[in-house]
């Protein structure tokens, strides 16, 4: 399976057939700094991913008005 990662852009292939938080696990990223994607929509942290897929990891980014 491919993860796409982002700041900086790069991609890195994983084992698939489990779910995402523990491919997340694996990599040292905590699931609440991240948006995943596979291909058009936002997947949870408890769906499985299989040796086909591509996901996307964007950085969730917060912020406001002062």
């Known amino acids: ?8 852009r790069r991609e890195i292939e994983v ?4 779910r995402v938080k523990d491919v997340l696990r694996e990599l ?5 700094t991240v948006l995943v994607i ?6 949870t942290a408890d769906q499985v991913v299989r040796d086909g897929d591509t996901i996307e990891l964007r950085p969730v980014m917060s912020g406001g008005a002062r």
């Open 28 to 32: 040292h990223i905590l699931p609440e």
């Open 1 to 8: 399976m491919k993860v796409i990662l982002r700041n900086p």
């Open 15 to 18: 084992a698939g057939g489990r």
């Open 38 to 43: 596979r291909g058009d929509e936002l997947i």
